[in-house]
């Protein structure tokens, strides 16, 4: 039995071994008559035509249209139009069409070109000098100045609209580089001082500027942010809220909030109280009506909220002194209102609908029209300085001291609570503008 069991079990593998052999010899001729068969397939269809499959022909790959500008007869007209010792154009129409003096100008010229080695002329591999400086920055600053297109300086600069955009970028990266430190600062003791020394001439004691919210429209808006940033009147905008002063310059500028919000919903997303919170700016130290007070205020129209460091106008006056009250308040309060419209015509760029697909480069150009503006009006300050020489001094006592102010920071970092109740109490603004009304009543009250 044992012996049968054998045999079987040996006939069995002998039998499997032989299965597994023909089968790998049939797979092998398999796989060789299908080579086979593809190298015939192969060579039928290099060999002869086929009416099925057509040959793709491939297009001539089009190559990149080259135009020669001739940029050195641009920067050369350029040069002798404007920058030579006998220009063509005189000043005056330099100051219009660059918005600036020719000083100024080169000012701005010799600092960027000479930290940012884009504005730096140097050959290219021909051994052929490249742009100027003076024609990248003539060429951002007019489409800044007259809100046109790249390609419309092309025919006077010699540039095409690509080189023109890059210059626009760099610009205002350079502007803001160089002069945003000096030019966006926040008051310190000395300009806080003479602040609050033009407010009490102008009859506001502790005043120190205006502030309010201008919407620059975003015609390439995403769409998918279309909702977030349209407004009441339905386009997209975004808004940029600024403090101004007396002689128009931006002392506060927070741009970026989506124009669906109004001015109270910018002003908690602002940073324009930072300082005051932190113990870090400038104590401000005044007297109005026999009250002393030791916190400066900005004049605003009537959204903003009634805190300590804001002064609003009142809508409805009814009695004398408080007619004579709102009207040098609205009056004081347009400072902001005309910094915008000489912002916004000084540099059309940021009052036409903007082009622009970045949110952040748009933020770019706005902060440097405003470090520009702020050096112009520091350029001019003493030209238009004159129209404030009417103050209440001429009408009262001849005797009478003028106001002394003090200035000093805090050290106290955590009395950011107690700063913040203070800024926010409504008690404050009620009894500084009750002051103020009667302030005005009695140095302005017989002035008609």
């Given at each position: 039995?044992n ?6 079990g040996?006939s ?7 299965d597994?052999?023909?089968s790998s010899e ?7 008559q299908n080579m086979?068969?593809?190298l ?13 499959i ?16 001739n940029?050195?007869m641009g ?20 100051r ?15 600092t960027?070109s ?15 000098l490249?742009f100027?400086?003076?024609?990248k920055?003539t060429a951002?600053l ?13 025919e006077?600069m010699?540039?095409s609209e690509?080189?023109?955009?890059d ?17 966006l ?14 407010g ?7 005043m ?5 919210c201008?919407?620059?429209?975003w ?7 279309a909702?977030?940033f ?15 002063s007396?002689?128009?310059?931006i002392?506060?500028a ?6 669906t919000?109004n001015?109270?919903?910018v ?6 109280f930072?300082?005051v919170?932190?113990?870090r700016?400038?104590?401000v130290?005044?007297?109005v009506?026999g009250?002393?007070y ?13 805190w ?14 408080h007619?004579l ?10 400072d902001?209102?005309?910094t915008?419209?000489v ?16 949110k ?22 003493d030209?238009y ?7 209440y001094?001429?009408?009262?006592d001849e005797?009478e001291e ?9 050290i ?17 603004h009620n009894?500084l ?15 008609n």
């Amino acid at each position: 039995m044992n012996n049968d069991y054998t045999n079987y079990g040996i006939s069995s593998q002998n039998n499997d071994s032989d299965d597994t052999s023909n089968s790998s010899e049939d797979w092998n001729q398999w796989h060789e008559q299908n080579m086979q068969l593809d190298l015939l397939i192969e060579d039928a269809l290099t060999s002869s035509p086929n009416p099925f499959i057509q040959p793709r022909n491939p297009k001539p790959r089009k190559k990149r249209r080259f135009i020669e500008r001739n940029r050195e007869m641009g920067h050369e007209r350029l040069f002798n139009d404007y920058f030579s010792d006998n220009p063509v154009y005189p000043p005056n129409i330099f100051r219009r069409r660059f918005r600036m003096q020719k000083h100024l100008f080169l000012r701005l010229v010799d600092t960027i070109s000479a930290r940012d080695p884009y504005f730096q002329q140097r050959p290219n591999g021909s051994g052929r000098l490249g742009f100027s400086a003076l024609q990248k920055c003539t060429a951002a600053l007019r489409v800044l100045a007259y809100a046109t297109s790249s390609d419309s300086v092309d025919e006077y600069m010699r540039m095409s609209e690509t080189v023109v955009k890059d210059c626009v970028t760099h610009f205002v990266e350079g502007v803001i580089s160089n002069f945003g430190e000096e030019y966006l600062r926040k008051p310190n003791e000395q300009d806080v001082a003479r602040l609050l020394e033009v407010g009490n001439m102008r009859g506001s004691p502790g005043m120190m500027g205006s502030i309010d919210c201008m919407h620059w429209e975003w015609k390439n808006c995403p769409t998918a942010w279309a909702g977030q940033f349209a407004g009441r009147n339905g386009k997209t905008t975004i808004i940029l809220e600024a403090v101004a002063s007396h002689d128009l310059w931006i002392w506060h500028a927070f741009f970026g909030t989506p124009g669906t919000c109004n001015d109270i919903n910018v002003l908690q997303r602002s940073p324009v109280f930072n300082e005051v919170l932190q113990g870090r700016a400038p104590k401000v130290s005044f007297n109005v009506n026999g009250h002393d007070y030791n916190m400066g205020y900005y004049l605003t129209d009537g959204i903003y909220p009634q805190w300590a460091t804001f002064v609003k106008s009142i809508t409805t006056p009814q009695i004398y002194k408080h007619k004579l009250f709102a009207k040098y308040q609205e009056s004081v309060r347009k400072d902001v209102e005309r910094t915008f419209g000489v912002l916004q015509a000084r540099f059309p760029f940021i009052k036409r609908p903007c082009l622009l697909w970045s949110k952040e480069l748009m933020g770019k150009i706005l902060m440097a029209c405003i470090i520009m503006h702020n050096m112009i009006v520091e350029d001019e300050r003493d030209t238009y300085l004159n129209q404030y020489e009417t103050t209440y001094h001429q009408t009262g006592d001849e005797d009478e001291e003028p106001l002394e102010y003090t200035t000093g920071g805090s050290i106290n970092i955590d009395s950011y609570m107690a700063n913040r109740e203070q800024l926010r109490s409504r008690e404050i603004h009620n009894n500084l503008k009750n002051d103020l009304i009667e302030h005005i009543a009695e140095h302005f009250g017989n002035n008609n």
